[in-house]
């Protein structure tokens, strides 16, 4: 229905890789993504990470890291475990901030000893918006997104009827902690807010409810990302409207190498366009969204602020809230190299 661009993903270097690199970003595929956590799946090593960020730096490329460090997290696991503290209602607990926090601090190392780009994902704890915020005023070509569900929940919701529901990483955390990090967002550390969509459903998290580490963790969010903020920050925390269109729409396209294509109203670019309602007030319900699963983390949530209207590439799609134009035209998308566009 929508066009689409992909990153690539590095989990461990050796000789074949700077030529593969090449050749992703001459197809237009300029960034790669990489863990520091979830060891033997696709946890990638800090020279690993290194060889990456070097070999895109010069092909006009950029990381785009999930930090949690990998040795921390193990530990905490491994005495929850003993503790019979594994399952999903001490999900929080199994992942604590100082994790990411340090994460940050050494790929930020990594990022300035070699003068590259660095793109950080749903971070979720204000000292790791800082630790970025302070290497970008050093000069590095730093970047943090958070996402929706680090700015509206709390890890209140791990003592609820279905706290595998609300598995993620980095998990939900203290109120203190949102309240924080939502603060960093009105103060202009963010560069996006995303969704980290995951589409599981119930029964999935259920399965393996009693073990975190076994989990299919994240949250299914694409489609309410954007109303949740709209009515939680814009309306209810004073953030400008136009800095939310920066958040969801221009800088998410600067920092993946689709601007001027896409994030800008302007002649030559595509006419992708959300007419949105500010009044409009929803309560958020999973049987009425179209994700392919069967509940949202927002069941219940009232919101105000919807599209009404939405226009894909010059062409009505949505209106009046209804499906009007179901043919498929999405297409993949080629990233242009990111020099100029990494700013926000």
Sequence with gaps: MCDSALHA???QWDDTVPEQL?????????????????????MADEKTILNVMTTLRDLGGMV??????????????ERGEAADAISACHHAGTRPELAE??????????????????????????EAVDLVARARSRGVRAFTETVAHH????????AGPHPERFVCCPPLRAADTVAGLRSRVLMGQVATVGSDHCCYDTAQKESVSHDVRAMPNGLPGVETRMPVIFSELVLKGGLPTGRFVELMCANPA??????????????GSDADLAIWDPTATRTVRSAGLHMATDYTPYEGMTVTGWPETVVVGGRPVVEAGRLTDAEPRGRHLRSGPLGRSLVC
């Design 9 to 11: 993903c590095v989990v």
């Design 22 to 42: 090449r050749s992703l970003t001459s197809d237009g595929i300029v960034t790669v993504k990489m863990f520091t956590t979830y060891r033997g799946e696709t």
């Design 64 to 77: 785009v890291i999930h930090c949690e460090a990998d040795h921390i997290i193990s530990d905490v696991q």
């Design 101 to 126: 926090n340090a994460s940050v601090a050494e790929i930020l190392a990594i990022a300035e000893s070699v003068a590259a780009p660095v793109y950080f994902v749903h971070q979720s704890t204000p």
């Design 151 to 158: 700015l509206v929940l709390d890890d209140t919701a791990y």
């Design 254 to 267: 600067r920092l993946n190498g689709l601007y001027p294509r896409k994030g800008i109203i302007a002649p």
